[in-house]
């Protein structure tokens, strides 16, 4: 059974900067990709960015290009997101999601519980 453990979030000033992780475990995940998403009040759940666990390559939303970066740890089964240069519209709910394949934007089976992020101007 794939469990994901979100951590990391909290509250944070406008241009501020957080990380969150994402402990995994259940498997091997050395042919999934995994993923950030988030969903602020009132609106869908966005994607923000995902990594190929195995190549380590990455992809990244739009929004948060230049300033958000995955990554992960092998030894520790454990993905990151660092963000920095945070606005208020990076508030939300952040999870952590995982596939098996390579990383797209889309078709994540398991999920993580969430983990919130409020960004004040």
């Known amino acids: 059974q794939v469990q994901l453990v979100e951590s990391g979030g909290g509250s944070v000033q406008a241009g501020g900067s957080l990380r969150l992780s994402c402990a995994a475990s259940?498997?091997?995940?050395?042919?999934?990709?995994m993923g950030w998403f988030r969903q602020a009040p009132g609106k869908e759940r966005e994607f923000v960015a995902a990594l190929t666990w195995r190549s380590g390559s990455t992809l990244y939303a739009d929004s948060v290009k230049g300033r958000f970066t995955i990554s992960r740890d092998n030894f520790k089964i454990t993905m990151y997101l660092q963000m920095n240069s945070l606005k208020s519209e990076d508030t939300a709910v952040y999870y952590c999601a995982a596939r098996w394949g390579i990383a797209t934007i889309t078709g994540y089976d398991y999920w993580g519980q969430g983990t919130q992020v409020t960004v004040s101007s």
């Open positions: 259940g498997r091997s995940f050395s042919n999934y990709a």
